[in-house]
């Protein structure tokens, strides 16, 4: 085993500062941190979602309120999923955590073609149960491990597959109300999360359904940025930071020009 040098340690205590900074910058910005709050953490057993628990307990930790952390890890039912792994990392960690069982497995493989890609439904049957969960364990908010890279490709997906312009929220409301999920790790890029989690040896435990499946429209689209910032490396910064930078007037949308005050509504002939 190679020691780490000082300079080794320096630059990680570097990058875990930079990376407990940008949450606690994301929670002032978008309000996602608030006293009391019972944040059920979804932990998939990924760099991101490990990462983002951790980081949490580090802003926690420094915070002027307090605030609760629950893990809490969905095993969708893949053959041999190690879930065990994750469970004793949470013991290990002193975390508060609960380990569920659903099958959405099967259903994800009988309702999708072969070829078919199944993020979307699999995504949606998992965003499901976390609410019923979250409802259940009294939790206040959701907490997902989407960084700035997550942020930037679902922006690229929607502008290039679904003709929409949005991203990911920060914070969002969901539509039936119930729920608040948040995204602490909006600020942070993908490979600094990547550096960190191998730095902390976190016990990755990859997916081996989607993970599985090369030709996704956001590998293509991961391809492509990849491609463009080796071209200009501001390429994802600017990206990111047109998100926060909306010109509503240079834009094609009446109803949402209507909503600011930039375009008079159409009046109705029949109104005096």
């Known amino acids: 085993m190679i020691e780490p040098t000082q300079r080794d340690v320096r630059t990680g205590v570097r990058l875990t500062k930079r990376l407990v900074d940008q949450v606690g910058r994301a929670s002032k910005v978008f309000r996602l941190l608030e006293p009391g709050d019972r944040i059920l953490?979804?932990?998939s057993?990924?760099?991101?979602?490990?990462?983002?628990?951790?980081?949490?307990?580090?802003?926690?930790?420094?915070?002027?309120?307090?605030?609760?952390?629950?893990?809490?890890?969905?095993?969708?039912g893949h053959p041999g999923f190690p879930q065990h792994v994750i469970r004793q990392w949470c013991e290990e960690e002193g975390f508060e955590h609960h380990m569920l069982h659903r099958d959405t497995f099967s259903v994800v493989k009988?309702?999708?073609?072969?070829?078919k890609t199944y993020c979307s439904l699999c995504s949606r049957l998992r965003r499901g149960i976390l609410y019923n969960v979250a409802e259940q364990l009294g939790c206040t908010k959701i907490a997902l491990g989407h960084h700035r890279d997550d942020v930037i490709e679902t922006l690229m997906l929607n502008l290039m597959f679904s003709g929409q312009l949005k991203a990911m929220p920060p914070r969002l409301t969901s539509d039936d109300g119930r729920n608040v999920v948040i995204r602490p790790l909006v600020y942070c890029d993908e490979a600094e999360i990547a550096q960190f989690a191998q730095e902390r040896a976190f016990p990755i435990v990859p997916c081996d359904?989607?993970?599985?499946?090369?030709?996704?429209?956001?590998?293509?689209?991961?391809r492509m940025l990849a491609e463009w910032s080796a071209r200009n490396p501001k390429v994802k910064g600017s990206l990111f930071a047109a998100l926060g930078n909306v010109r509503v007037s240079h834009l094609l949308d009446q109803e949402l020009q209507q909503q600011v005050g930039m375009l008079a509504a159409e009046r109705d002939p029949s109104v005096p």
């Open 41 to 43: 953490c979804g932990l």
């Open 45 to 76: 057993g990924g760099k991101d979602s490990y990462a983002m628990i951790w980081l949490l307990r580090e802003v926690l930790r420094k915070a002027p309120f307090d605030f609760e952390l629950i893990a809490v890890n969905l095993d969708q």
């Open 110 to 115: 009988e309702k999708i073609p072969e070829g």
């Open 209 to 222: 359904l989607c993970g599985s499946q090369d030709n996704l429209q956001r590998q293509q689209i991961k």
